[in-house]
């Protein structure tokens, strides 16, 4: 029976087509004096600007009056649509520590999102800081530990890091209330505005939604394998109905939601997601999703990038593991304006690719 079941899905993996593709590992063009780390997140803008939020810099930790503050472990870069150098945005920026993903928005401000710092934080199209979700982990606690439900941690903003200790009866890894996030990974929107953040590499295994101003209006899922749950919420997309989609890591599917939270659907055979991107769409071509998969630590024994539609048909794939160009090692971040072309930010190997795939 195992047997049987093995061939079966060996079967179809085999079946999934090879897309055609090309691919650019030297996009970007950034001065000699200055370099890219991790790539935690890149996007463009309507003007096809391209950003990107890096772990490289010279991280260092200050005294304050309670506890230490950490920053500039991740910094925050502008390049124009030819990869040419423009600024870096957000210098000694608070909640800059460990980036593990950046989005555009529809009205190109630009949200960065940071693990360490469990923090979301918006800039506007000038590069000022318009909005910031989610307080820092304190680094040392000076202050004696208040007893579990009470006091600092139960309400929105509370202790930063969330923690999912199921305070006050909740399940176990559903998270506290508001924007006390426990190593979030991801930013979307729905056509109204509202945001939503998957906050599940920490503790809390949940998806959190605020209006357009970041007031928190709801948040569901929590820690296991059934329908709702998850096992670390490391990608969002959301379609033109306001379906979202969340890449379920550990449990190597995707789930779709009704904005309200109620759980639709779910599909595999994607392999182990890392990043997702939903392509805008058009009355004479559908939406589709693109989901990176990476079946190792490394990202550098096992990768692909796969073209699914809505329904989780898969279209095909293309890439594999490696550093050559058109390889890729943990395509942690993808961005996609368009079925066609897309943008791949790689952990492993300190870069960015434009794929373009062929007609």
């Known amino acids: 029976m195992i047997r049987a079941l093995l061939f079966l899905l060996l079967a179809v993996q085999a079946a999934v087509p090879e897309l055609r593709f090309e691919a650019d590992a030297e996009v970007l063009k950034p001065p000699l004096d200055v370099y890219l780390g991790e790539v935690g997140g890149v996007a463009a803008n309507s003007r096809g600007q391209i950003f990107v939020y890096t772990r490289t810099g010279h991280p260092y930790a200050t005294l304050g009056d309670n506890r230490t503050f950490a920053r500039n472990g991740s910094r925050l870069f ?60 304190e680094a040392i606690g000076v202050r004696p530990a208040q007893p579990a439900g009470g006091g600092a941690g139960s309400g929105a903003g509370g202790a930063g890091a969330g923690g999912g200790s199921g305070r006050g009866g909740a399940t176990p890894g559903t998270g506290t209330p508001g924007s006390s996030f426990s190593r979030p990974a991801d930013v979307a929107w729905d056509r109204e505005g509202n945001i939503y953040v998957a906050d599940g590499l920490g503790n809390n295994n949940r998806i959190a939604k605020f209006d357009r101003d970041g007031r928190f209006l709801a948040h569901w899922g929590s820690t296991g394998a059934g329908p709702g749950q998850f096992s670390g919420v490391k990608a969002l997309a959301i379609d033109a109905q306001g379906n979202i989609y969340a890449a379920d ?46 079946g190792d630590e490394d990202g550098m024994e096992d990768a692909a990038i796969y073209k699914v539609r809505l329904d989780g048909t898969i279209v095909g794939k293309f890439g594999t593991a490696g550093n050559r160009p058109g390889e890729f090692g943990l395509a942690n971040s993808l961005d996609c304006h368009s079925e066609h072309e897309l943008l791949v930010g790689e952990l492993t190997n300190w870069r960015v690719q434009r794929v373009l795939l062929k007609r």
């Open 249 to 294: 890591t550990g449990n190597k599917r995707v789930q779709v939601f009704a904005p309200d939270g109620a759980f639709k659907s779910q599909f595999g055979n994607v392999g182990k997601p890392l990043a997702m991107c939903i392509t805008p769409g058009t009355p004479g071509s559908p939406q589709y999703l693109f989901i990176s998969h990476a």
């Open 78 to 137: 502008e390049f124009d649509r030819s990869g040419k150098f423009v600024r870096e945005i957000g210098q000694d920026v608070y909640g800059f520590n460990a980036a593990i993903g950046l989005r555009v928005d529809p009205s190109d401000n630009v949200w960065t999102i940071d693990a360490a710092a469990s923090q979301v934080i918006k800039f506007d199209p000038s590069g000022r800081v318009a909005l910031v979700l989610g307080r820092k982990p």
